[in-house]
């Protein structure tokens, strides 16, 4: 019995030894792995494992929420879309101060075509442009868009087409002839011709190529048709503009009228929103 107590104890007693050795005989075959190529690269991808799994694992630890953007009810709403453009005027431009002259029975009898233009009447548009200096308009084109206004009455009754549309337009398309740099001289041309770039629109009113054969006029009645003259072009597009029976003063009319002109609701709305100041300004 005491011999077998004391083998029990020297098994027990080199255990450790034997484990220690076993250690070391796995920390050298581990290290023989290593060195093989195989064997760095499966340590690389066991790290690269272990650090990304402790990364996500502290995130959703630190910040419980974490995870797309959009999670938990805060999906982004879409961008709204730009809302489209409508009209706001419910009425016709503030037809504005009336280019009255005193002699406005004398120039607009007979033909209204014959050219019949009293100097007295001339001076009075003269006077009424002036005294609208305030509004921007350069003074040889507001007597134009006022003269416009005048024969319009007599070739187009029943139109009720003022100035301010004239205006309105003219200001949209070239900034009453000055776009550019340019200006209307004395003898209503300008400096210098106005054409597009698109679609080498003409003059300060910006008359297409085949609309203005249509619609030409001879404003100033000096024998020429002159798209790059402001009184021949104010005179076209009144006669366009009045066509078909169109009445200017209801707002139905005022809009199919400028809409023909260019059909396009930002346009009109352009124009309506200039005509309109003129109108309310130059009665203010």
């Known amino acids: 019995m005491l011999h077998l107590l004391r083998r029990l104890a020297r098994r027990l007693a080199l255990l450790p030894w034997r484990a220690l050795k076993a250690a070391g005989r796995g920390v050298r075959a581990a290290w023989r792995a290593l060195r093989a190529p195989a064997g760095r690269l499966g340590v690389q991808v066991a790290l690269t494992v272990l650090a990304v799994t402790g990364a996500l694992a502290a995130g959703w630890l630190v910040v419980p929420g974490a995870g797309p953007a959009w999670s938990f009810g805060t999906e982004p709403s879409p ?3 730009e809302a489209p453009l409508v009209l706001t005027p419910e009425d016709a431009p503030a037809a504005g101060l009336p280019a009255e002259t005193d002699d406005l029975d004398e120039a607009a009898t007979g033909s209204p075509t014959d050219g019949t233009t009293t100097q007295a009447g001339a001076t009075d548009l003269d006077s009424w442009a002036r005294s609208l200096a305030h509004l921007g308009i350069p003074e040889r084109v507001l007597v134009a868009y006022g003269r416009a206004e005048l024969v319009s009455a007599v070739e ?19 900034n009453h002839g000055t776009t550019g740099g340019n200006r209307v001289q004395a003898d209503g041309t300008t400096l210098t011709p106005i054409r597009g770039a698109d679609y080498d629109e003409m003059g300060p009113m910006q008359f297409l190529p085949s609309t203005w054969e ?10 020429l ?12 597009a009144a006669n366009y503009l009045c066509h078909g029976d169109r009445d200017l003063a209801t707002p139905d009319g005022w809009q199919k009228a400028v809409n023909s002109y260019n059909p396009r609701d930002d346009y009109v709305q352009k124009v309506f929103d200039r005509a309109d100041q003129y109108g309310r300004t130059s009665t203010a």
């Open 79 to 81: 961008e709204a879309e």
């Open 156 to 174: 187009n009754p029943g139109c009720n087409l003022s100035w301010t549309t004239l205006a309105g337009i003219g200001a949209t398309e070239t």
């Open 214 to 223: 249509t619609w030409k006029a001879d404003g100033d009645k000096d024998g």
């Open 225 to 236: 048709f002159n798209p790059d003259d402001i009184d021949d072009a104010v005179t076209a």
